[in-house]
């Protein structure tokens, strides 16, 4: 039988080996698995980016009507995707009048190119906007100057058109951002937020008197408070009813009241007596003359 040669083998290194060699193993598998579940992730993330992705692929395509009645579940799906896509319209358009706005504060246009006139850049974010994107200068004007108001009352819940900060500008301008929000909240107050419209702001509006002050320190909240306190200041007090015949009518009734007297063979009868015969042949349900001279009188004028 032939002999082997156990020299130089050693139990420890062979353990210290195989030990190795197992760790490699567990620690390619955990690398392995932690790649695929990196994976999964990056998958349902880009799965989830591209559902809540606007976009005209998510609006379906025009059709009749399904029937006359209630909207089938289809048609419920198509009216939300639609309304979904018509709120995004003031959302993009204060998107848009920021980012004309920082352009045009940082002159971030400087080195553009135009497009036109290759030889030199724009000189003015109008300019850009109109060139690059057929914005017309009236109409940059107006994004830029609603993007803040429309983004701070998005901040605060309140789904507010472009029609709407519209007219709240001009306030906005005159007495600052605080108090515009502030004319907001004071008519969602008075009326509810979905019955908001830029009619009923553009009337408020026109209801402060001309020397409005306000301090655009105060919280919008007191502000709505101020304002609703400076529009009821500004109404002039409603006037009584008034009971009171006029001068001629007096006159009238005094000299009447004189060939009374003389027919009753009285010195004098108060205007009182008279009134209260008058009322009392007025409802009197067995002779309605007096009843139908007056209704004569009221319907001629």
């Known amino acids: 039988m032939k002999d082997f040669d156990l020299d130089g083998w050693d139990d420890d290194d062979a353990s210290s080996d195989a ?12 690398e392995e698995r932690q790649k695929l579940t990196e994976q999964a992730l990056a998958e349902r993330i880009t ?11 998510k609006i379906p395509a025009p059709t009749g009507p399904a029937g006359t009645g209630e909207l089938t579940e ?47 850049c724009y000189k003015t974010i109008e300019e850009w906007a109109e060139i690059e994107h057929g914005i017309s200068r009236s109409r940059c004007s107006q994004l830029r100057d609603g993007w803040e ?51 009923r702001l553009r009337e408020t509006v026109k209801l402060f008197p001309g020397d409005l002050a306000l301090s655009d320190d105060d919280d919008a909240q007191v502000i709505a408070q101020s304002l609703a306190g400076a529009i009821e200041g500004a109404k002039p007090p409603t006037p009584q009813p008034s009971n009171a015949l006029p001068d001629r009518l007096k006159r009238d009734v005094d000299r009447r009241s004189v060939m009374l007297a003389d027919r009753l063979d009285r010195k004098r009868i ?11 042949a007025f409802v009197d349900d067995q002779d309605s003359r007096v009843f139908d001279v007056v209704v004569e009188r009221m319907r001629t004028g």
């Open 19 to 30: 030990a190795a060699s197992l760790a490699r193993t567990a620690a390619q598998i955990e």
């Open 149 to 199: 108001l429309g983004e701070l009352l998005t901040a605060c819940g309140y789904k507010a058109p472009e029609g709407q900060v519209r007219e709240l500008v001009p306030f906005r301008n005159k007495h600052g951002l605080k108090a515009a929000v502030g004319v907001y909240e004071m008519v969602v107050q008075a009326v509810g937020a979905d019955k908001v419209t830029a009619k």
């Open 270 to 280: 108060p205007r009182s007596e008279i009134l209260t015969h008058l009322l009392t």
């Open 74 to 120: 289809g048609e419920k799906e198509s009216l939300d995707a639609c309304v979904a896509g018509i709120e995004l319209l003031s959302t993009a358009t204060w998107v848009a009048g920021k980012s004309l706005d920082t352009m045009a504060t940082g002159r971030l246009f400087r080195k553009i190119p135009h497009k036109l006139e290759p030889e030199r």
């Open 47 to 57: 799965a989830a980016v591209a559902a809540a992705r606007p976009g005209l692929d």
